[in-house]
């Protein structure tokens, strides 16, 4: 074994998915060493732990190293190092954001800005803002990352001490400003006027804004039309999460976390997870300490199913059986819906058995009822609180039996 790559040859040929975690470090071979750089210390305990069981016969010395953090310029504040490019699983739905992304944090001001980026929660737009961070800061450039409402609070604080100024040169002297969630300046006027003041010199100097928000620039309420059209002013992209990206991402968490990658895990993963990847790090992480739990069918929990169904369907003045039919009338499908997202909510149901209640086919058809529910809270107040009324009377109700 002294090929200048016999560990990825040897990797290649023994285990593939160990593989397919090793191609994010950076390997370095030698004639008796290999060294490995870990992207995160999570990665590198990984390592740590696979050398030690799976390749303690490697006839040479494997060191494992974590990346050095990024050198951290002046004005460079905000960015965590935890979140690179190397650590993001790539696939249908988020190619092309992954490399626009990488581009703009090679050559920032010069292609696409502002960058604009939107999706649903959950699928890694804060951690691209991240690892665009990381990657700008490795090659000398400053950043700054923050949160809108960060911004507006540090606004105000900036404000009250007369220092406004101050503020402004804060975040419009860094060569990339990663703004998240912008969907928060909804209704933030002054914040809207000072962004909008940070943005016309930033651009006046080619200097990177990029933007993530949960919707497109043009779904966002209470945004002045001239910073909507700012926005949409570079390149507006979207990232999800397809089925075939969510399958290797489960993969690759369920290798980091140490469990077994055969087909029942997986699917077990998938079937009790949505669309959003801190949902599947969470239940794997949840699999990790618990292990397995098996789903219960008719159960004690199925009897709460059925709780679930009989007070949502009193609520709307309907009968339970109505809420297990498929029906095209609005009011309906609306409890039935609403019932679906309690269920997840209050008991903690899975998507799976959800399905299976409400005759979907399969799980997809649950998960997206409960998407819709969570999607219409967001977006109106009066129904958000008529829900959290509903749910806090549901546990109620339920509470002894829970
Ligand atoms: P969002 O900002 O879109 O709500 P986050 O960036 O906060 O989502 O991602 C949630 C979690 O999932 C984070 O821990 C992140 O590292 C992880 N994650 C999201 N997408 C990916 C991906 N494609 N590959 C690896 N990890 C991911
Ligand atoms: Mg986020």
Not at 158 to 177: P, T, W
Request: some cysteine.
């Amino acid at each position: 074994m002294t090929s200048p790559n016999s560990f990825i040859l040897l990797l290649e040929k023994v285990d593939k998915l160990a593989l397919s975690i090793f191609k994010q470090f950076k390997i370095e071979e030698s004639k008796d060493a290999v060294v490995l750089i870990a992207p995160s210390e999570e990665y590198k305990n990984w390592a740590l732990e696979y050398i030690k069981n799976k390749l303690s016969g490697f006839g040479k010395r494997i060191e494992v190293r974590s990346q050095k953090e990024a050198p951290r310029g002046q004005g460079s504040y905000g960015v965590l190092d935890r979140y690179t490019f190397d650590n993001y699983v790539v696939g249908k739905s988020n190619a092309l954001v992954y490399k626009v992304s990488l581009e703009v944090s090679e050559k920032p001001g010069v292609s696409f800005n502002p960058l604009f980026i939107y999706g649903p929660v959950g699928v890694g737009k804060t951690h691209l803002l991240h690892a665009i961070g990381n990657r700008a800061l490795s090659y000398g450039y400053t950043c700054a990352y923050v949160s809108i409402n960060d911004f507006s609070d540090e606004m105000v604080k900036y404000i009250k001490q007369g220092r406004v100024e101050d503020f402004r040169r804060k975040y419009s002297q860094v060569d990339i400003l990663l703004l998240d969630d912008i969907q928060f300046l909804s209704g933030k006027e002054r914040t809207q006027v000072e962004l909008f003041r940070v943005f016309e010199y930033m651009h006046s100097k080619d200097r990177q804004l990029v933007l993530v928000s949960d919707r497109h620039p043009k779904d966002l309420k209470d945004v002045s039309d001239r910073l909507i059209s700012r926005f949409e002013g570079g390149l507006v992209v979207e990232v999800g999460l397809d089925e075939e990206t969510k399958l290797s991402i489960i993969k690759h968490k369920l290798i980091l976390y140490g469990l077994p990658v055969d087909d029942r895990m997986i699917e077990y993963v998938h079937e009790n997870t949505g669309y959003n990847v801190r949902e599947i790090e969470g239940f794997i992480r949840g699999v990790k300490v618990k292990g397995v739990q098996e789903i219960p069918k008719d159960s004690k929990k199925g009897a709460h199913v059925e709780d679930v169904i009989r007070f949502v369907a009193r609520h709307f003045k309907l009968k339970p059986e109505d809420l297990l039919k498929e029906s095209k009338e609005r009011k309906v499908a609306n409890a039935k819906q609403i019932a679906m997202y309690m269920c997840k909510a209050v008991l903690g149901a899975s998507y799976s058995e959800i399905a299976r209640y409400f005759g979907k086919r399969d799980h997809t058809g649950a998960l997206y009822s409960v998407r819709k529910v969570e999607q219409r809270m967001r977006e109106d107040r009066k129904f958000a609180l008529m829900l959290s009324f509903l749910e806090r009377s549901l546990r109620e109700q339920l509470k002894e039996r829970l």
